[in-house]
């Protein structure tokens, strides 16, 4: 038999063996049809909102969403679901009072306020409170002499700032402020209303050394303006809890059929603050995430590469779940095996893809993302360009793995409850939640099944170069993960 005709009869074999190679166009609709039909996110979502509440890392609630997620994903036919669990001290508030006295004032007036993590375990500061505007480098740099032994006031967005201004997390800002020598720290909510924020304050995830509190907007803005013509003192009192405890990632791994040793993660944080449950704050990431996984298993789909479903916790405290898979990963020599992860954090309804400063990518995510707006136009594939920080993608990024990121169209009034007690189900769209399970899960498909990755990991020192590139030095750098 001539050799052609041994090859022809060998691949025959091999598709009666395996069955015939479906084409991508099927499976994508399959995978929009099935979704459509039987999406799990909305409702599971709804029920461990009602069941569990919060899902702060490290207590009972925190536990029980671990095990919740992992049943799930049992439930949902994976057979390798594994807890990753790690041991780190965690921070949770206790008591706080803050309140002002202006000159004149015969006492101190109580205004509603929360504790930023990770404050002082006890802190009783009073002090004389001193505007610091937008709390960026510039502000305490002008302002430098003026805060030293003094409560810092900063606005934690940005107030008639120039246009291009970027602005820092509030971590960010409390390091500038304990650099200058400040006592404290108040920062000022940009959300009307009443809204308290709360969040870390911590750049390293460890105990600060001032309180950090923030106030209403309306309070803030009201004690800015007393500012400019008298001397107001503050009295913060707070105690916090701080103490070493237990959380697992929950990680399902569906193998690949041609390329098993490379991963590609699908991760979000499950953990939330304790102020409300978390539906948009990462219920909406997560939860999404699950039902992906559930319909990648419901039709039977095994692309080349793995995938992994990670729901990471502790990322609310200072991203601790996923440093930790980082650690695991470099002591198991198994971190050269993750090619890409894409993150889903507080966005969805996406109407695009963003390469994260990746410009190698943007082909394949712009040809890619039109096969999906052929199915639903509602996907108008906008697609981005810009890397970020602060949520679990970073410490992959820190390695020169490549990001996948959302561009998200989610109710923009559903923000002004981030990190909030009105961060409850009752924001959440069932109709966007299925458009991040459908549409992400497209991405993810033609990904793990592309003949080569658009992007690829960096050197170190391309990683320096990129990072420096993308303008995320100063940050990193105010948050010690700077390592070059």
């Known amino acids: 038999m001539k050799t052609n005709q041994l090859m022809a009869l060998a691949g025959a074999l091999l598709i009666a063996a395996c069955g015939p190679v479906e084409k991508e166009a099927d499976v994508l609709q399959k995978i929009n049809q099935e979704v459509l039909a039987n999406s799990k996110a909305y409702s599971t979502l709804k029920e461990s909102t009602e069941t569990i509440g919060h899902r702060l890392t490290g207590s009972e609630n925190g536990q029980k969403a671990e095990e919740y997620a992992y049943n799930l994903l049992k439930s949902y036919g994976f057979e390798d679901v594994q ?53 960026l480098s510039e502000d305490f740099a002008k302002h430098k002499d003026q805060v030293k032994g003094k409560v810092a006031l900063v606005y934690i ?53 001032i309180p950090a509190v923030c106030i209403s907007k309306e309070d803030g803005l009201a004690l800015r303006e007393k500012l400019k013509t008298q001397k107001v ?51 909406v990431g997560s939860f999404a995430i699950l039902d992906m996984a559930r319909t990648f298993k419901a039709l039977n789909i095994q692309p080349k590469r793995s995938l992994q479903f990670v729901m990471f916790m502790g990322e609310e405290q200072g991203l601790l779940g996923s440093k930790y898979m980082i650690e ?84 923009r009034a559903g923000y002004g409850c981030y990190h909030s007690n009105c961060d409850s189900f009752d924001l959440i769209n069932e109709q966007h939640m299925q458009n991040t399970v459908r549409f992400s899960s497209m991405m993810l498909y033609m990904l ?15 990683t320096e170069q990129f990072l420096t590139d993308q303008g995320l030095k100063e940050s990193l750098i105010l948050g010690g993960s700077w390592k070059w």
């Open 233 to 283: 003192e503050t009295r913060i009192q707070m105690a916090n809890f701080s103490k070493m405890i237990k959380a697992r990632n929950v990680i399902a791994t569906l193998k690949g059929s041609t390329l098993p040793e490379e991963k590609i993660i699908v991760g979000g944080h499950l953990d939330s603050w304790d102020l409300a449950t978390g539906a948009l704050d990462n219920g």
């Open 83 to 135: 807890y990753q669990e790690f041991e780190v001290e965690a921070w949770s508030r206790d008591t706080l009072r803050t309140a002002f006295k202006a000159e004149g004032d015969a006492d101190f007036v109580q205004v509603p306020s929360v504790s930023l993590a990770h404050s002082p375990v006890s802190a009783d500061v009073t002090g004389e409170v001193y505007d610091v505007g937008n709390g």
């Open 448 to 462: 793990a099944n592309a003949e080569s990755l658009p992007a690829t990991t960096l050197s170190s020192e391309e």
């Open 328 to 411: 695991e990963l470099k002591k198991n020599n198994t971190l050269d095996q993750v090619k890409y992860i894409m993150n889903i954090d507080m966005t969805g309804n996406p109407i695009g893809f963003d390469a994260f400063g990746r410009d190698s990518a943007l082909p394949f995510f712009t040809q890619s993302g039109e096969k999906i707006r052929a199915i639903d136009s509602v996907f108008t594939n906008k697609v981005g360009n810009k890397a970020g920080l602060h949520s679990d993608h970073e410490p992959f990024m820190l390695e020169g793995i490549p990001v996948i990121g959302l561009v998200g169209n989610l109710d």
């Open 157 to 209: 967005g940005l107030l008639d700032a120039p246009e291009g201004t970027k602005n820092l997390h509030r971590s960010e800002k409390t390091a500038l402020a304990i650099e200058a020598g400040a006592t404290g720290i108040i920062f000022i909510n940009q959300v009307a209303n009443g809204v308290l924020l709360t969040g870390t304050a911590s750049v390293t995830g460890s105990l600060i050394d």
